[in-house]
């Protein structure tokens, strides 16, 4: 008569389970969200792609001119770029026109802003917008590469964001100045750089006055090569700089660079 083998675990593999569970080094779970199909994330995956992942950064906005490392970090503007960026006034003479009403930093320093950059562009920033808004399709335009700025602007701070019209009415709560101007500043200011590639300036920009989020489109009539080491994202708002740099061999979605 053949005994059945004893599947019992040892004191010790029964101590180790645990451990393997609770790191995700067992089953399914393991690895980074990008590292898997959308269709097997979780809610908390969704929000690890949309804030802290190869394509979405928090970073600092800072008092600074975007423009010397327009200059430097690159290949030259076209002339008539470079004639448009110098000029635009400096950063610091417009005493934080449109800076969210920031205060100076009580110890003397520069005042800055936490924001986030985000790569609303790649496939699995769509994904995982899709699943937030809980559509069947993500209605991000792939045509350009989109780039997400949150935090600059406060939400509701402006009305009829992206209209021409000049009045509207006022409350507490709203400014009832036309946003144009700076979704002006926005374009002339906003700059993808790749590392020994031209810069790329942005076709179009967005409000969404709700959120205050900034959506900047920028052309893939130059198509920034998977096998570029890193690509600089830079913007301006009134005084404040936001850069963010992104190592684009990072930006993988299932073995696959997207941007």
Do not use: C
Request: glycine share 8%; net charge positive.
């Amino acid at each position: 008569m053949e005994h059945s083998p004893n599947i019992r675990m040892t004191d010790k593999q029964a101590a180790v389970l645990p451990l393997l569970l609770a790191f995700g080094l067992l089953g399914a779970g393991s690895g980074t969200p990008w590292d898997r199909d959308s269709t097997q994330w979780t809610d908390r995956d969704v929000q690890q792609v949309l804030a802290t992942s190869p394509w979405a950064q928090s970073v600092n906005a800072v008092m600074a001119d975007p423009r010397e490392e327009i200059e430097n970090y690159s290949a030259p503007l076209p002339g008539p770029e470079r004639a448009g960026m110098a000029g635009q006034t400096n950063p610091t003479s417009n005493g934080g026109r449109w800076d969210g009403a920031v205060g100076r930093n009580r110890m003397g320093s520069l005042p800055s802003l936490p924001v986030v950059v985000r790569w609303d562009s790649a496939v699995p920033v769509r994904e995982a917008l899709r699943r937030s808004a809980g559509t069947p399709e993500s209605d991000v335009s792939v045509a350009d590469y989109v780039l997400t700025v949150t935090g600059l602007i406060p939400g509701g701070r402006y009305r009829s964001a992206g209209h021409t019209e000049a009045s509207s009415n006022s409350d507490s709560s709203s400014d009832a100045r036309n946003p144009e101007q700076i979704l002006e500043a926005f374009m002339a200011f906003s700059r993808l750089l790749p590392r020994e590639a031209a810069p790329i300036a942005p076709r179009n920009v967005k409000l969404d006055s709700a959120s205050g989020a900034v959506h900047i489109f920028f052309p893939r009539t130059h198509p920034i090569e998977a096998g570029s080491k890193e690509v600089v994202f830079l913007t301006r708002f009134g005084g404040f700089t936001v850069r963010a740099k992104f190592r684009v061999k990072d930006m993988r979605y299932r073995g696959k660079v997207t941007l």
